[in-house]
């Protein structure tokens, strides 16, 4: 479960609100700029967020007139970056054909858990939450 919510920008206030069965922000960007047109009666000129919700195939979904501003991902990890504790990167990991796991700079296996996302095309590969909170670099 989470819960959307969307802001006019002149006083802060709550245009739309929505909770979703999705738990992430990835693929709502489109259906709320559709809601709050709903509610404004208006199309808004510019849509700003975080990076969570960014998706390619989403962003295509507003019409062309809003302006959307929303980093990357890789964008907002590069401006968050902490300077006692760094994300580690994707290079990072190295997958282990044999075994069908991924290994972390730690040395512990990631295995296979499923899609991500909801694609086919993704799939997840996750540690136990065990080693992960055993780690030193677990914030």
Partial sequence: MNCE???????????N????SQNNDQNQLSSQVEQCTETLGKLP???????GYFSLKDI???????????PSRKQA????????????GKEEFHYDEKRDVYICPEGKALKKKGFAFDSEE???????????????HFV
């Fill in 5 to 15: 919510v969307s802001t006019d920008k002149k006083h802060g206030l709550i245009v």
């Fill in 17 to 20: 609100c929505e909770a979703v």
């Fill in 45 to 51: 000129t510019h849509v700003i967020s975080d990076s």
């Fill in 60 to 70: 295509e979904k507003v019409p062309e007139r809003v302006k959307v501003i929303i």
């Fill in 77 to 88: 990890q590069k401006e968050n970056k902490r300077t006692e504790v760094k994300p580690f």
């Fill in 122 to 136: 993704k799939i997840s590969y996750k540690a136990t939450a065990k080693e992960c909170r055993s780690c030193k």
